[in-house]
């Protein structure tokens, strides 16, 4: 369905000029970078709290 109405998009700017075909919004590559930034933050903060919680992986059972 994405596909089919990409075509519609892409026929209907047939008769527009060159600005139509621009595309305003972030890059692929862009978008895998800002993506490949989250994920390193997200593990730099897990790790600080691993170690800041003891950096034990399994952890005694409270009675």
Not at 45 to 53: I, L, Q, T
Request: charged residues 25%; hydrophobic residues 40%; proline residues 3%.
């Amino acid at each position: 369905m994405k596909i089919a109405q990409e075509v519609r998009d892409f026929a209907g700017r047939q008769n527009q000029g060159v600005e139509g075909f621009i595309t305003t919004g972030p890059t692929s590559a862009e978008i895998a970078a800002a993506s490949k930034a989250a994920a390193i933050k997200g593990m730099e903060e897990m790790s600080a709290r691993f170690k800041a919680e003891g950096g034990e992986i399994y952890l005694p059972v409270e009675k």
